[in-house]
């Protein structure tokens, strides 16, 4: 059978167990709230927003949420994620913690002031 791939943020947030889906859509709010002018889609299948180029995007694991904020994203909190699983534009936050939601809006502000930055440029 071949799953349907969802059209928009809401369901993709469905297709998850209702303890899951309050926490996506607590990252979907604080990414909104972060970047209010950036639009939400769905881009390789998870979450994004878009505000010049892509922000963020973010999806739901078994264990855990991952933020995708690209390399230059998380180079910039290297620090501050270094206490999670990470790879060159990705992070796992455990679903067992709590969320850091105000780490998600620090990076989130700095990737949309990076992407007006580069608007600028062209």
Not at 23 to 29: C, D, K, N, S
Not at 85 to 98: A, C, H, R, T
Request: charged share 25%.
């Amino acid at each position: 059978m071949e799953t349907k791939k969802p059209e928009n943020i809401d369901e993709y947030i469905g297709t998850f167990p209702n303890d899951v889906q309050e926490i996506l859509e607590q990252v979907r709010m604080t990414i909104q709230k972060a970047a209010p002018e950036a639009k939400e889609k769905i881009s390789y299948s998870m979450p994004a927003f878009e505000q010049n180029g892509i922000v963020v995007y973010f999806a739901a694991f078994k264990n855990h949420i991952g933020l995708y904020a690209l390399p230059s994203g998380h180079g910039a909190f290297a620090e501050a994620l270094s206490k999670y699983k990470s790879g060159k534009g990705s992070v796992q936050f455990p679903l067992k913690e709590p969320m850091p939601f105000d780490l998600i809006t620090k990076i989130v502000h700095f990737r949309v002031k990076e992407n007006l930055e580069k608007g600028k440029k062209k």
